[in-house]
């Protein structure tokens, strides 16, 4: 795989049952399905032509932990440098918990708790994204309980059209993320009111999934004016934060990701002459493609109208096509030719949302015949849930022809392991 490019990232296909040079069948096989198997070498190969593409600036890429928060894979992140973005007190500590220094974590996110604040101040991280006015009262406070000093970055809103699905946009004005560009300059011009927050960075995200640069270029423009402004009215910055959103291949032959070099030569255009450090979020486009779900056909259903092809997967494991109507390709993980085939791929929970694909053209499928669904390594396990009573499926980290379980197939017993009956009756 090229060191720049989004496009060469491994795939599973009929013909190469293979994944990191791993047997898939055999790996179903022994570990039972559903399965997510993850590629070491590809998210290793991913980050590698971002760092190349990003050689020469002052920047510190932070994996966005929501998009894969397995340990495992965060230590991957840990062992190439990377610092992480994290919107939760649980991923601080699982971030903490891989290896990564609190001094490359950046917290992001609208609604922090003061627990959360507190807890992040303990640890040191480096900057709050602050999301609101309430909330950099809030850090001020809480940071005033300890006679602490927080880095602050407020996060701006720039009113871009990401072009991307509506439930990933988050920088049009509508969008719950960020202030405008106007409430931004009235922090910093009372900033000398503030005791304990340093508010000296700016941060925008405009979206996930974005595959063409034109809203990059504008979003990072309108920072880049705003922070020449600052400047000018006398306040310098330490940093700013290009947030993520760059896209992945979900559909082969249609999806065009973005190029990493690319996408570099747009932040250093845009950001020209800016002193201070660059901060990159990215989550989705380090361990999409490094990922995919094994799952059986159970069985074929003839309806009146449709063919169903019933996978033991379900939207539990894979919420992604439920939640946004996304694609993900499906392959059989066989090598034997067959005849083309139509079917709606669904999961067995009780819901019509489970659903993974509807009128897809496949190899024509049989019960027990192993499917591999691509593009599954961010969010994926990270949004999964026990609905039905699923258990979580087990999760392995593939490297150059060997595997190791990074998390064991939840039992029943640990599905119900904090539930209790109700016996211990108080009053509040």
């Known amino acids: 795989m090229s060191a720049s490019s989004a496009n060469d990232s491994p795939r599973v296909t009929a013909a190469q049952p293979a994944f990191d040079g791993v047997d898939l069948h055999a790996l179903a096989g022994r570990l039972g399905t559903p399965l997510y198997a993850y590629s070491a070498t590809a998210i290793r190969q ?13 920047a510190t890429i932070c994996y966005a932990v929501k998009a894969n928060s397995n340990l ?19 991923e601080l500590k699982r971030a903490l918990a891989a290896g990564i220094p609190a001094a490359r974590i950046v917290f992001s996110g609208v609604g922090k708790t003061d627990d959360e604040i507190d807890a992040a101040l303990e640890a040191g991280i480096a900057r709050f994204n602050v999301e609101s006015l309430d909330e950099l009262h809030a850090i001020e406070r809480v940071a005033g309980t300890r006679s602490a000093t927080a880095n602050a970055a407020v996060r701006i809103n720039p009113d871009v059209d990401a072009l991307t699905h509506a439930k990933i946009s988050t920088g049009r004005a509508e969008n719950k993320f960020g202030v405008s560009i106007a409430e931004a300059r009235r922090w910093f011009a009372e900033r000398a009111q503030l005791r304990h927050v340093r508010l000296d960075g700016l941060h925008v995200h405009i979206g996930s999934q974005i595959l063409d640069l034109d809203p990059f270029r504008l979003a990072l423009h309108r920072v880049a004016a705003f922070w020449r402004e600052l400047v000018q009215a006398g306040h310098p910055l330490a940093s700013i934060d290009v947030g993520g ?35 990159l979020e990215p989550g989705r486009y380090l361990v999409a493609e490094a990922g995919v779900l094994l799952t ?7 309806g009146t109208e449709r063919r169903f092809l019933v996978l033991d997967a379900a939207m539990n494991d894979l919420l992604r096509p439920s939640l946004y ?17 139509t079917y709606d791929v669904v999961g067995p929970v ?17 019960p027990g015949d192993l499917l591999a669904i ?25 490297d150059e022809g060997r595997y190791a379980v990074i998390r064991r197939r939840q039992t029943y017993e640990e599905m119900v392991a904090g539930e209790q009956p109700a016996q211990d009756w108080q009053a509040p």
């Open 245 to 279: 959103g760059l896209g992945v291949r979900y559909r082969a032959g249609q999806d065009q990701p973005i190029d990493a070099g690319d996408y570099a030569a747009v932040v250093r255009e845009a950001l020209a002459g800016f002193d201070g450090r660059l901060l």
């Open 374 to 398: 691509q593009g599954a390594g961010a969010y994926g396990a990270s949004m999964a849930s026990t609905y039905n009573s699923r258990p979580l499926v087990a999760e392995v980290l593939l």
């Open 325 to 341: 109507d996304a694609w993900h390709d499906i392959v059989p993980v066989s090598p034997e030719p067959r005849p083309p085939a």
């Open 296 to 302: 059986r056909v159970l069985r074929i259903k003839e």
């Open 46 to 58: 991913r980050i590698a032509g971002l760092q190349t593409a990003l050689a020469g600036l002052d």
């Open 72 to 90: 495992a894979i965060l230590g991957l992140m840990a062992d190439a440098g990377l610092g992480a973005d994290i919107v939760s007190a649980g």
């Open 350 to 366: 009780c819901e019509t949302g489970d659903t993974f694909a509807r009128g897809r053209e496949l190899p024509e499928c049989a």
